[in-house]
């Protein structure tokens, strides 16, 4: 099964991308670039969707 959030992404005032998942909360990451931030978001949703499953 495949799930689909909505990534809010912006730049900081250091030149750091940040992106939330609005969905799940305390689920956030920051990158230099988009494409680690990318992969970073993806770890971030995986791990936010576990703790809210263990409880």
Request: net charge negative.
């Amino acid at each position: 099964m495949v799930l689909e959030f909505s990534v809010v992404i912006e730049k900081d005032e250091d030149g750091y991308y940040v992106a939330s998942v609005p969905a799940l909360r305390g689920c956030h990451t920051q990158a230099k670039s988009l494409d680690v931030l990318m992969k970073r978001i993806q770890e971030a949703i995986t791990l936010c969707r576990e703790v809210e499953t263990s409880f």
